[in-house]
């Protein structure tokens, strides 16, 4: 009877500190998994401040470039329009923006080679003239043709989401070219 609880109390003692190491083990381990979370939750933080930064510098650099710069979507709809452009094509940012490329910035017997090739570019990929230095006529908000030169690159991940159109006016090149 003696040796049996010598037994039980030997095995509560045993449980009772293999309880305890458990415990500490399982709590240490709460607390390394609180810690990670917290080290996680903190890099996500700065990733996302990195990141506002990043996208204010970006428009900085839009709004402060001396040559107009056009966004548009897939479905050639303007989406962005920096001071310059508002400047060269004599319209402000709010009466372009979700309006049709074309309309606003086209002169109407050039609409459709344009309409043609970014379709093209759309359903094939090909690129005519991403990515090269054309020499084009633009439409002013006054109805009044001007010649540019610009430049295409496609934008975002699979390169047929946005475009962004770089865009110089060459009057006063002209004008002194003629003189």
Do not use: W
Request: glycine share 6%; aromatic share 6%.
């Amino acid at each position: 009877a003696e040796k049996a609880s010598f037994l039980v109390y030997l095995n509560l003692v045993l449980g009772i500190s293999f309880s305890g190491v458990v415990g500490t083990v399982c709590a240490r381990s709460l607390v390394t998994s609180g810690e990670r979370l917290r080290d996680a939750t903190e890099a996500e933080a700065l990733k996302a401040i990195a990141l506002e930064e990043s996208n204010k510098r970006f428009r900085a650099s839009i709004d402060a470039a001396l040559d107009a710069i056009v966004v548009v979507d897939r479905a050639d709809r303007i989406v962005d329009f920096n001071p310059a452009a508002e400047v060269i094509f004599g319209r402000s940012k709010s009466s372009v923006v979700d309006r049709s490329l074309p309309e606003m910035l086209i002169p109407e017997r050039l609409r459709g080679m344009h309409n043609e090739g970014f379709q093209r570019f759309l359903k094939t990929g090909e690129r005519r003239i991403i990515g090269t230095k054309i020499e084009t006529t633009a439409l002013r908000e006054d109805g009044s043709e001007f010649p540019v030169e610009m430049v295409v690159q496609p934008l975002g991940e699979s390169g047929r989401d946005q475009f962004a159109a770089y865009i110089r006016d060459l009057t006063e090149q002209r004008a002194a070219e003629e003189e």
